[in-house]
Each structure stands twice: as structure tokens, then as C-alpha cells.
């Protein structure tokens, strides 16, 4: 699963899943769909703020006081299902409220009152499931610098993809791939870039095709190295996986702490 501060966790193909028309609406309105998953993850980025800065009070338990633990950062927070979908129901929200704005037709009003509602529940649905958490978050990786080197190999076209990995081995979620044409008698080679203070190194995901790139590496390739792809080396293997999951769960208040 994606870290929130990943970004948006859902794709403009999540929306138009829900929503058919979504594309037609946006073309005719003038309205940028990205635009509108970027604000409605900056929205609710202000509402997990203020669950993480909220007071937490001392719990009593067979009368030992029992605390609620250490300080948890936004950067922990994983992107669980019932978060995905209020991410997803609040874009659209407000890609229907411009539309109707923008024109004022009654049918836009519907759509923006009804997803309205269903960000309403999935905001409810988050909240009853509560915080999904990391204890060390790991963070997406940016999209592989791809090179070549000086190799006895036939050339093609190969795509990699790298995941940073922590002290316990755990991978954040896989970058974005790149790809590169590599010419007979070359070898690919994979660069990172960014690297985070807690990744211990990285993972290479490569192949000939998207859907084909298997994990290249038996342990993590330190962040200041680069990997050589030799095509055919390794033909089978894990997929680039999803990220982190949840470490543990924190549950969610429905109202306002008060002293």
C-alpha cells in the first residue's frame, strides 16, 4: 500500500470507474481532473493533522493508567482502502461542483450532492476502520536513471522500476518506471536518485516489458551503486509489489476531544 504522502493514491482510471462521464464533463467544463485529486488529498490531509494533533488523553484500564503512546507523524499514515475511497468520492465531489458552477445545470448539482454524500460515508467508513500506520515509512521511490554500458548483449527496449527497502526489509511502494532503448552490444544499467535517511538501499524491478519486470536483486544494492540488466538473467521472480502495509491500526474519534 502507498504511504499518503506518496501522493494521491488514486488515478484519474479509479475515477472514471466510478464515474463514466467524468472525462466529458472535465473536457467540456475546462477542469483539471489531477488538479482536483491534488486538492481533495490536500483537504484531507488537513483532517488527518488534526486527528494526529488532537489531545490524547490518559486511558485508565483495571486502574493503571495506560497512555496512548508517542507522537505519530502524517508521513506514517498508509493509504488503506476506506482512505483510497474518500480520496476518491472528494475528488469527484469537486470536479461536479465546478461543473455545476460553471454552468449551472441542474444534473451537475445532482452528481455533486450525491458524491457529496458518498464522501460523507467514506469518511465514516475511515474513521470506524481508524489510522493505518507504519512504524518506519518508507517512501516512494522516483522513477530509475537508466544508463548503458559496454556489454556483450543483444539490445532492445527494458523498463525498470526501484523500491527503497528499511532496516527490516520492508519496500516502500515501486516508482514509476523507466525506459530506455538499449543498442546490441549494451547492457542497461539502474541509478536512483533521493535516497531517504532510512533506506539501507534498493530494490530493481526490470524486463522487456511492463508487465514482465521481475526482482533482480537477492539483497538491497546500496543507494550510491548502480545495477547492470542482463535481459534474460532473470525470467521469472516477484512483481513490483504495493508498498508498505499497515504496522498497526490507531482508532479514530468521531468528535472533538475537550478539556
Not at 166 to 194: C, F, H, K, R, W
Request: proline share 7%; hydrophobic share 40%.
Amino acid at each position: 500500500m502507498a504511504l499518503f504522502v506518496d501522493g494521491p493514491a488514486c488515478t484519474i482510471n479509479d475515477l472514471t470507474d466510478q464515474d463514466a462521464d467524468l472525462l466529458d464533463v472535465a473536457l467540456t467544463n475546462n477542469i483539471n481532473v489531477s488538479t482536483k485529486l491534488r486538492l481533495a488529498v490536500e483537504e484531507i490531509r488537513t483532517d488527518l493533522h488534526l486527528w494526529l494533533n488532537r489531545p490524547r488523553p490518559a486511558l485508565y484500564q483495571a486502574g493503571l493508567e495506560v497512555l496512548w503512546g508517542a507522537a505519530l507523524r502524517i508521513e506514517q499514515i498508509v493509504v488503506t482502502p476506506p482512505l483510497k475511497r474518500w480520496e476518491a468520492m472528494h475528488a469527484l465531489a469537486l470536479v461536479y461542483r465546478d461543473a455545476y458552477f460553471s454552468q449551472l445545470v441542474d444534473r451537475y448539482q445532482a452528481k455533486w450532492q450525491e458524491y457529496g454524500k458518498l464522501t460523507g460515508d467514506a469518511r465514516e467508513s475511515f474513521v470506524a476502520s481508524g489510522l493505518g500506520l507504519v512504524s518506519d515509512p518508507v517512501i516512494q521511490a522516483a522513477p530509475p536513471v537508466l544508463s548503458t554500458t559496454p556489454g556483450p548483449q543483444k539490445g532492445g527496449e527494458f523498463y525498470a522500476s526501484v523500491t527503497w527497502v528499511n532496516s527490516t526489509n520492508q519496500e516502500g511502494t515501486p516508482s514509476y518506471a523507466s525506459s530506455i532503448t538499449v543498442a546490441d552490444g549494451n547492457l542497461m544499467t539502474v541509478g536512483v536518485t533521493g535516497a531517504p535517511a532510512n533506506a539501507v538501499g534498493f530494490n530493481v524491478y526490470a524486463g522487456a516489458s511492463l508487465t514482465a519486470m521481475f526482482l533482480q536483486n537477492n539483497v538491497p544494492i546500496p543507494s550510491g551503486a548502480t545495477y547492470e540488466y542482463v535481459p534474460g538473467q532473470i525470467a521469472q521472480g516477484p512483481l513490483p509489489g504495493i508498498g508498505q502495509t499497515p504496522d498497526f491500526m490507531r482508532p479514530l474519534a468521531r468528535t472533538i476531544l475537550r478539556g
